[in-house]
């Protein structure tokens, strides 16, 4: 019997974990399901809506960071339109293209009424491979966004002239500074210069 009583305690507090899980569920799955009754109600439009709004507030919540950064061969069409470049060798000469995604920025109200805006500055540094800083610049990009939604399709694309640098093995390390929030994240890519 006390082995029943056992098993009868563990579903109930089980059963009472599930509940409490689906009364938390958050705001995202509350916005997914008002979303797909605005849907199949024939109000595809405003689901939408909904939804890009909840991923903007959710977003705000999350570390400041970056979700991509990749060296690409052309200027991007647009978010994740972009050409990887085919490894990380550059020849002498060449410049160093990046793509680079942040997530997390901060928006607040913008100057023109009814927009948001979103600002970040972006510095880097040229390291070789023990760590020592070879070259860097502080507010190498500069990068504003306003628009009526906390968007999350923002990029950057970064070129970094390293003409006349040796051939050999070194870092390109971006540091991106959320101007709204005072938040830093950081990202390095390696890189090689080939020889002649």
């Not at 405003?46 to 200027?75: M, Y």
């Not at 970040?120 to 070879?134: A, H, S």
């Amino acid at each position: 019997m006390a082995k029943h009583r056992s098993l009868l305690a563990v579903l109930t507090a089980a059963s009472m974990l599930c509940i409490s899980v689906e009364a938390k569920a958050g705001p995202l799955v509350d916005a997914a399901t008002k979303a797909e009754q605005l849907a199949t109600s024939g109000e595809p439009v405003k689901a939408r809506e909904l939804l890009r709004q909840a991923v903007g507030d959710f977003s705000q919540t999350l570390p400041f960071s970056i979700g991509k950064a990749v060296f690409i061969t052309k200027e991007p069409a647009g978010y994740a339109m972009y050409d990887p470049k085919d490894g990380a060798v550059f020849k002498t000469g060449e410049a160093l293209v990046s793509y680079v995604e942040p997530v997390g920025l901060t928006w607040k109200e913008a100057a023109a009424k009814g927009k948001l805006e979103t600002h970040f500055t972006v510095d880097f540094d040229i390291l070789n491979p023990k760590g020592d800083i070879l070259a860097g610049q502080k507010a190498f990009g500069d990068f504003t966004f306003t628009g009526y939604l906390k968007n999350q399709e923002i990029y950057s694309t970064l070129t970094i002239d390293v003409s006349g640098a040796p051939a050999g093995d070194y870092v390109l390390r971006f540091h991106f500074n959320d101007i709204n929030s005072g938040k830093k994240a950081t990202i390095d890519q390696p890189f090689k210069i080939a020889g002649p």
